[in-house]
Each structure stands twice: as structure tokens, then as C-alpha cells.
């Protein structure tokens, strides 16, 4: 059974090790693998090459048994396609590379840069190459990259290959991927092609990625200023691929109203609405950390610089403070610039997406296309923002009192959600919600004919149930303006005034009143229809 091999060695475990080189994993971690092979052949009698060994694991298991200086020992599990398990122990110097079983290379010396993978004279030639970030373990991690290629067989070892590649997680030297491929094709009726991938799937060696949702049922944004300019040497020329672009010169807004959050999984309302009037109304469903069907409108939140936005996908390149609505919000960014050569000429393309950190959305979008052939040239620039939403910025939000309703404003850069009259206490309640160790900030603008206060002092601050003394009151003659600050990320805010107007009784005493009022006016009557009657009372004792 073959899985992880390297070049052959001696066993020697005795070997003084070397403390410039440290292991990375500790005891008890364990790492899951997928094992796939394939091989394709014009010659039935030519089979796998039997350095590799019988190809029939299709899932493997490493758990780290022991650490000694450079040394590891693990087991390893491996399932062969009837489900059956087998186990193996084994051990490695992460030093030189030697192991046992021999040729067996799972993990290297953690922390290593462009060096050999092995201290050992036969590793001389197969050096890191280079250091990127991958999703492996359910998790971004960065991993160091080996790849050896040729055009001919050649031989690592025993091993025959014309494509090696070995990549292993650079924190803890663990291997995340192994790939060992032989192509010799010689004609179309003569070829060998085999092919075997090891992939690590989980592990408790590191945490896995957190895809954080960013908004919640209820959310909405509206994208906007939508223009679409063309410049043309040949305005009767149109190439193809820009034919579904002309619709944007057709749309006026497009909403996305989030209906459904589960999990890593949401889903979205989205209207278009055309300059005609007409409308197309759509769900959108899709997980974040993969955007099935989200067309990148909405992305994990909370994503850093070197973050993969999908788990696939290419990295944020940078934050950037973004003026939405009036309210600077943080951002992060992707951008794309490629220029290809074709038959016909040239083509480029350049594309931006910003999102908001915390919430995900997409707040600015910015796609540029050019085609030239000689002297010919065909230009398009596409641009479309966030022109509302109720996440930030100017709200109003209407309280329904005994029939009556009443509007009150805000004005933050975090979004302000359930907001609610507690009749008793004559405060309006609601809740903050923003980007975690940034200041939030908050204007809300309330009726005078909802609640008010005899002066600006009688006003009350409550921050999660802590008085908060530090806010600007502001009044006219019929609306009370406050300002605060907070530290965000979510909270609950409570604002105390002196008098609800118009005043709202106890109902639970205007309830019990109006049934005392009912029963005297029923024994009134009664006792006008009774006939009069003296009533003697005697001295007799209840007992």
C-alpha cells in the first residue's frame, strides 16, 4: 500500500538529532486524508507502477502517537473501498528524513523556509520552493510547496513520476497534499497516463474557519447609480460577451432583502427594477463560503488581508475606508487586472469588488472591458453602489402607541434594530449592532409628543443596564435630538424620558376600574327593581 513516500533510506533511528529542526505536532493529533487514483492506459498489461503499490485506499487516517527531539511516531488507518480498516505504525526524523516504514515522508521540521525539506545530503535538490495560503483542514493555512516536474519518467527514489508535488502545513510540518503523476504519451494509440492525489480533509491539529454570516433576516440594501458607458471606434460593432451587460442601461435599483439565515447558508429577495417600471422578483440561496448562486453580492464577514472570501477563491488584497450613505464604513477589497492575447486582437479586463466587513454585503462594484484590433478598439465600464439599507445611516423607525403612530429617526454608523416603547418605564428600547473595537456612534431624534423631558438633565442613558453620562441633548418645540458614542460590537440601549404624552395609564388599574365601575352600576339597578324591605338583624353568632 503506498501513501506517503519519499526517497529511500536507511533505517537509523539512533541518529543524534538535530535541534535546529522541531517537530510541529503534538500527541493526539490526528489529520484525515482522501486517497484517489487513476489510471488510464492503451495497454491493458501495463499497470500501476509498482513502486506505488496496489491502489486500493481510498481514505487515511494519521494520529500522533509519541514526540521525541526530531522523532514522531504515529498510526496510521487506511480504508480500502469495501470499507474495511487496517493500521500500521510507523515513525519519522523530521531532521533527515529517514523512516519507517522506509521512504516515508508525512511530515517535515515546522516553520521551514526555502531550504531543503531534509537536513540529509539527498535532499539537497528538493528545496521549498515557495510559501501560499491554502484551504486545507477546514482552514486557511500556510503551506510550504515542493514540485518536481519533466517531461520524461524520472525517478524520486524508487518512485517514477513526471509531475511530483508535496505540500506540507508550515506550522506544523504536516502534509496537506501529495500528488505523483506519470504521463507518456507517445501517440494517440499509445499512452499511460496514472494518476494518485492525497488530500487532507480535517484534523484537530488547528481550528476550523469560522464563516460568520453578517446579516440577519430582515436586512436590506439597495444598489443604485447604475451606468453603463461604451466608447466605440465602431458603434455597429458589439462584441458578444458584452451583450448581457446593455441591460444595466435598462435598470433603475436592485434590492436584496435577506430572508433566511442557516448556518453558512442564506437566503436572499432580490427585486430589479427597470427604468420601465416593470419588475423581475428572484431567491437567491447560497452558501457564503462558497457563493453558490450569491454572485458575490454577500461573502463570509469579518474577513482579513490574505483571506480567501471563498473557500477556493482568491484572497482579500486590502481594506479601505468606504464613504456609504454618508457613514465611513470598513471595507474590504479584490481587484483583478488581465490582459490576454487573441486572434483577433487584445482583450482586458479589469474588475474591483468592495464589501463591508462586517455585514458582507457588496457595497461598490466596478468592472472595466476592452477589446482592440489594430486601430479597432471597444470599451465598456460598468458601476453600481449601495444607495440605501437599514444596516447604517439614516432610519426611521415607527412605534405603534393606542393607535396611534409615532416616528422616530436615527442616524449611526451601526445597525439599529427592534425598537420598542416600554410604556412603564417611558423609554424606548433597541438594540446596536456593529464592527467589533471600532466606536459607534448614534443620533437618534425622537417626537416630543411620544416622550420629552422638563429639561435636558431629566433624560437617562442606559447602556446594556449601565447609566451612561456622557451624551448631547439638543431640542426644538416638537422634537428631543440625542447624541452618544459607544464602544460597538452589540448592545442594548435604553432611553429614559420624565413623561410619556399623551400619558398612558395603568392598565392594569384601568381594568380593574372599569370592572368595579360595571359591577356597582349592575347592583344599583338591581336594588331599584327589588321591592323595599326592613331588614332586621339578629344577634345570633356565626359559628
Not at 465611513?328 to 487584445?346: C, E, H, K, L, Y
Not at 459607544?486 to 388599574?509: C, D, M, T
Not at 384601568?510 to 360595571?518: M, P, V
Request: aromatic content about 12%; glycine content about 6%.
Amino acid at each position: 500500500m503506498f501513501l506517503f513516500s519519499a526517497m529511500p533510506h536507511a533505517s537509523n533511528s539512533s541518529e543524534t538529532p538535530s535541534f535546529e529542526r522541531a517537530v510541529g505536532v503534538q500527541v493526539g493529533d490526528w489529520f484525515e486524508y482522501t486517497v484517489a487514483s487513476l489510471l488510464n492506459t492503451s495497454n491493458p498489461s501495463r499497470e500501476w507502477p509498482g513502486a506505488w503499490g496496489p491502489q486500493t485506499t481510498v481514505e487515511a487516517r494519521i494520529e500522533i502517537q509519541g514526540v521525541l527531539g526530531t522523532n514522531v511516531t504515529f498510526v496510521t488507518s487506511v480504508r480500502a473501498p469495501d470499507g474495511a480498516w487496517s493500521n500500521t505504525s510507523g515513525w519519522i526524523d523530521v531532521r533527515n528524513g529517514q523512516s519507517d516504514p522506509p521512504n516515508n515522508f508525512v511530515a517535515i521540521a515546522a516553520n521551514l523556509s526555502t531550504v531543503s525539506v531534509y537536513e540529509d545530503p539527498a535532499f539537497e535538490q528538493v528545496l521549498i520552493q515557495y510559501t501560499t495560503t491554502d484551504y486545507w483542514g477546514e482552514n486557511f493555512r500556510d503551506v510550504n510547496v515542493v514540485v518536481l516536474e519533466s517531461l520524461t519518467i524520472q525517478h524520486f527514489g524508487d518512485i517514477p513520476y513526471t509531475r511530483f508535488e508535496s505540500r506540507w502545513d508550515k506550522i506544523t510540518g504536516m502534509k496537506v497534499k501529495s500528488t505523483y503523476r506519470i504521463d507518456d504519451v507517445q501517440n494517440e494509440t499509445n499512452y499511460y497516463h496514472a494518476d494518485l492525489s492525497i488530500q487532507l480533509t480535517r484534523t484537530n491539529a488547528w481550528p476550523k474557519k469560522e464563516w460568520k454570516v453578517g446579516v440577519n433576516v430582515g436586512d436590506w440594501w439597495k444598489c443604485g447609480n447604475i451606468t453603463l458607458d461604451v466608447n466605440s471606434s465602431d458603434p455597429t460593432a458589439t462584441p458578444s460577451m458584452f451583450q448581457p451587460f446593455f441591460l444595466a442601461n435598462e435598470t433603475d435599483w436592485q434590492t436584496f432583502n435577506v430572508t433566511e439565515v442557516s448556518g453558512r447558508n442564506v437566503t436572499l429577495k432580490t427585486i430589479v427594477h427597470f427604468k420601465n417600471q416593470t419588475e423581475i422578483v428572484e431567491e437567491l440561496h447560497g452558501d457564503i463560503a462558497n457563493n453558490t448562486n450569491l454572485i458575490f453580492v454577500l461573502i463570509a464577514s469579518n474577513l482579513n488581508i490574505r483571506e480567501s472570501f471563498l473557500i477556493d477563491g482568491p484572497p482579500i488584497m486590502f481594506e479601505k475606508v468606504y464613504n456609504c450613505i454618508g457613514v465611513p464604513r470598513r471595507a474590504v477589497a479584490f481587484n483583478i487586472s488581465q490582459q490576454s492575447n487573441t486572434t483577433d486582437g487584445t482583450e482586458g479586463v479589469f474588475v474591483e469588488f468592495t464589501w463591508d466587513k462586517f455585514t458582507g454585503i457588496l457595497l461598490d462594484l466596478h468592472e472595466q472591458f476592452c477589446v482592440t484590433n489594430g486601430s479597432a478598439y471597444y470599451k465598456l465600464d460598468l458601476h453600481t453602489n449601495v444607495v440605501e439599507t437599514n444596516l447604517w445611516g439614516l432610519q426611521a423607525h415607527v412605534i405603534n402607541v393606542a393607535g396611534q403612530q409615532f416616528t422616530v429617526t436615527t442616524f449611526s454608523n451601526a445597525s439599529i434594530s427592534n425598537m420598542t416603547l416600554n410604556t412603564e418605564e417611558k423609554a424606548l428600547i433597541f438594540n446596536l449592532t456593529g464592527f467589533e473595537d471600532t466606536i459607534g456612534y448614534c443620533n437618534i431624534t425622537i417626537p416630543k409628543t411620544l416622550i420629552s423631558c422638563d429639561s435636558h438633565s431629566g433624560w437617562q442613558l442606559y447602556i446594556d443596564e449601565s447609566p451612561i453620562a456622557d451624551f448631547l441633548v439638543v431640542d426644538n418645540g416638537t422634537h428631543t435630538s440625542i447624541y452618544f458614542t459607544h464602544a460597538l460590537s452589540s448592545h442594548q440601549v435604553k432611553l429614559v424620558g420624565q413623561q410619556a404624552i399623551p400619558e398612558f395609564p395603568n392598565w392594569h388599574f384601568l381594568a380593574l376600574l372599569i370592572i368595579t365601575i360595571s359591577i356597582m352600576a349592575a347592583l344599583r339597578k338591581i336594588l331599584k327593581l327589588a321591592p323595599k324591605t326592613r331588614i332586621q338583624y339578629s344577634d345570633t353568632k356565626w359559628p
